[in-house]
């Protein structure tokens, strides 16, 4: 397969910053009852009387929104091999129907496998904003991505 | 609202294990084409030739079986009020489909809030196991409860 991004490409400082998209309550409502049916993510009148004051969208919810920016910004044109997991995931504040998220990736740091010459590690932070620019959720992971040249 | 479960039930040690629910090929290339597009979780022979061989689950939407898992076990009947966020993430093993999943939460530890007598954390630990017993995905996560009796 041929990739636009290698691991070569995601230096330090390295950004992408996404369109936006609005979460209808509809779209908020559905991914709950499937994944998170907690009651202020699923019904309008629990969660008004809850801490929250009205429905908001899970937390998995806004994760996934990144996950689809990041597949649609960069990562499916990239030569991603997975991911040995996230080191952190922030809930920063909550993402109400109405809101227009955006997503912004910036690398932290990569480094080239020490087992394996032919990929490098890169360590993202994620985060998701809404129309205020407040950041909702911020997240620190690490990805895989095979090397457009690969070392010895 | 009266709850089955408060923040005062949930001591060190608590633990849930969930009963089994097997993932489809559908399924997984279903989630993945709305959440996580990339192409060893979406396209059966894309993914043969990369390096997981065939086709896996994405690690969010094992992460959100773990989640429903959770809501039906213990989390809809409690008085949880959301979570701060997730401490790491781990995807220790693919998820092929087929694979029965089932899930395991162990309370790590708990304190009061310090702020707001109302309520109090609980830090826990989320495992997602498949049919051989191995621990495919773990992670460590907080929640907020409100307590049965509030503090002063």
Redesign the interface.
């Known amino acids: ?1 041929s990739f636009k991004y290698h691991w070569e490409d995601f230096t330090p400082g390295w950004t992408h910053e996404s369109p936006s998209r609005t979460l209808s309550a509809d779209e908020i409502v559905a991914f709950a009852r ?7 993510h699923t019904d309008e009148a ?1 969660a008004k ?4 004051g009205g429905l908001i969208a ?3 919810h806004t ?2 929104v990144a ?2 920016f990041m ?1 649609d910004g960069y ?2 044109a990239s030569s ?12 920063l504040r909550p993402v109400r129907p109405g809101d227009a998220l955006r997503f912004r990736a910036t690398v932290i740091d990569a480094r080239p496998s020490t087992s394996k010459p032919d990929r490098g590690h890169v360590r993202w932070r994620w985060e998701v904003l809404n129309q205020a620019g407040e950041i909702v959720l911020s997240m620190i992971g690490v990805q895989f991505f095979l090397r457009r040249t690969p070392g010895r």
Chains 1, 2 share one sequence.
């Not at 499937?34 to 202020?40: G, I, K, L, V």
């Not at 009387?49 to 929250?52: I, L, Q, T, V």
């Not at 991603?80 to 809930?91: A, H, K, Q, V």
Request: some cysteine; glycine content about 8%.
């Open positions: 397969m499937e994944h998170d049916p907690q009651r202020y629990a009387a809850s801490p929250f899970s937390g998995w994760a996934t996950m689809r597949c990562l499916t991603c091999i997975g991911s040995p997991g996230i080191d952190e995931i922030r809930f």
